[in-house]
């Protein structure tokens, strides 16, 4: 019985520390990556840094308009870091951390 409860407990605090976990290692990599990045950094090693480091991106299509976005989170169900980089010319112009719930 003891052994049930031991094992019933473990199980419960692995499932309540687990997606804390997951956000908050996902808030020290959108960081890490926002940190690397400055102003008129070419895009395509924004990119090539998000890749390395395991981050999901998601890019604007080419259109009329001059400014593009490149949007890169990583997080866990409803609770999401991203970085929304805005590019004109292939060069960073602004970039922006924030919490998605």
């Given at each position: 019985?003891?052994?049930?409860?031991?094992?019933?407990?473990?199980?419960?605090?692995?499932?309540?520390?687990?997606?804390?976990?997951?956000?908050?290692?996902?808030?020290?990599?959108?960081?890490?990556?926002?940190?690397?990045?400055?102003?008129?950094?070419?895009i395509e090693t924004a990119e090539s840094l998000a890749l390395?480091?395991?981050l999901n991106i998601i890019k604007s299509r080419k259109n009329?308009?001059?400014?593009?976005?490149?949007?890169?989170?990583?997080?866990?169900?409803?609770?999401?870091?991203?970085?929304?980089?805005?590019?004109?010319?292939?060069?960073?112009?602004?970039?922006?951390?924030?919490?998605?719930?």
């Amino acid at each position: 019985m003891k052994r049930k409860t031991i094992i019933v407990i473990v199980v419960l605090i692995l499932l309540l520390v687990y997606p804390f976990w997951r956000v908050n290692k996902a808030k020290i990599r959108i960081n890490h990556f926002s940190q690397q990045i400055s102003m008129g950094t070419p895009i395509e090693t924004a990119e090539s840094l998000a890749l390395k480091l395991n981050l999901n991106i998601i890019k604007s299509r080419k259109n009329d308009s001059k400014l593009m976005t490149l949007v890169v989170w990583d997080g866990w169900a409803f609770a999401r870091w991203t970085c929304f980089v805005s590019y004109e010319k292939n060069k960073v112009v602004e970039k922006k951390v924030l919490f998605l719930d």
